[in-house]
């Protein structure tokens, strides 16, 4: 997809473009991390509003809909102070057969000095780091099943808040592995900050054997894949795979990959249970479980926001 | 003016003391500016025998050379562990230069409140302001050229000196 360089570093491996989990070292994902941690204190004062963006102008492209993503960076944008532009892509210029770099081109020529992108095709971000102006940076906010870095970095800061060190860790992540691109971040940031064991668990079809490769252990079983773990990482099934040959019903589903209280007890006592929203009570996760004192489910919501003030700061401060 | 191989650190924070002593107003506010000015604030609260924590405020939010340096300078956490609404703040830093890292530093202050007064009390003032910004206590004044930094170290006892690069 992109030659030699890693085309989300400049000359001197600072970050200015975030696109990809895959690539970063242990040194970036943790200075974002730690400015998080800085960002999530913003909340506390009177003013909850810091000056860093303070001029510039964010342009949310959300070639496929998310709201809660959108509304995250949108809110993260105005507490660094910058001009936030929601374009709702999907209903407008493409619709009109606008291609994307025409697209961008447009969107450059307004001054824009970030994009915020979610686009269906995986790669769409990288395109668009690749054709815009030097001095704009872009940041993937979901790519087909590609990536979605911003949910790897925040469930990172939310293990990292919980369970402090990464090199203890037995992070099990559970349901549509193959499908998902918050699994593909979580487990290139897990094994880039350390963690010793990453299960991906769930039915064959969801959870295929040629993901050993990444270095996660494949469980098809979910007792095996529960049990002993620090940290569970629940995926949202959706619903489009209950309708085609990969999963035989809802009901069947929750029984044997749900996460029900009893299955919880087979995770070490303080396990925190983690899921990207949004969720589907009953067919992922037990209501219990979700309203339980083990989730940590609203917590990553709000260190979600700390993390996508982090990320738009640390890029826009560094030149191309 | 003090020569530069004569700034004997422990000394000049000796005089910093009384300077803060009688900058110091009934429930007055001392924050130190990460980091050298945080280690000086740490150690007046105890030697003033005031209660509680000395605040810890860092500039890197309000910088004004955001656009060149980005976020390098480092994500110290602001920690005001009293309110600074209505309270009379002495902010204090190991050396006073240009001036922006108290400009950002008072900016960062108003964002949790507004306070009665902020005095400024500093080890070295080295000349070379930017900005109309003065200190209310500086015991030592030295001509510094500009390339050059000056900064305040803590060995593991405790003890200031001065560090020149």
Known sequence: MFGRRNPQLNSNDELIHLLSIEGLPASILEHILDTAGTFLSVNDRDVKKVPLLRGKSVFNLFFENSTRTRTTFEIAAKRLSADVINLDIARSSTAKGESLLDTIANLSAMHADMFVVRHGESGAPYLIAQHCAPHVHVVNAGDGRHSHPTQGLLDMYTIRHYKKDFRQLTVAIVGDIVHSRVARSDIHALTTLGAPEIRAVGPKTLVPGDLKEMGVRVCHDMAEGITGADVIIMLRLQNERMSGAMLPSAGEYFKTFGLSPEKLSLAKPDAIVMHPGPINRGVEIDSAVVDGLQSVILPQVTFGIAVRMAVMSIIAGNAP | ?165
């Open chain 2, 1 to 165: 003016m003090t020569t530069l191989d004569k700034l004997d650190a422990e000394a000049l924070y000796a005089e910093l003391l009384e300077g803060v002593r009688a900058l110091l107003k009934p429930d007055a506010g001392l924050v130190g500016i990460w980091s050298g000015g945080a280690w000086l604030a740490e150690r007046l609260q105890k030697d003033l025998g005031l209660p509680g924590a000395a605040g810890v405020i860092s500039s890197t939010l309000h910088r004004d050379d955001f656009s060149q340096r980005g976020l390098a300078g480092g994500t110290a956490h602001t920690k005001l562990p009293f309110d600074v609404e209505g309270r009379h703040i002495v902010l204090v830093d190991d050396v006073l230069y240009t001036g922006r890292t108290i400009r950002a530093a008072v900016n960062e202050l108003y964002d949790f409140g507004r306070p009665a007064s902020v005095a400024l009390a500093v080890l070295v003032d080295r000349g070379g302001r930017e900005l109309p910004i003065a200190a209310d206590c500086a015991p030592a004044t030295i001509e510094l050229a500009k390339g050059k930094r000056l900064s305040l170290a803590r060995d593991d006892a405790g003890r200031f000196s001065f560090e020149i690069r």
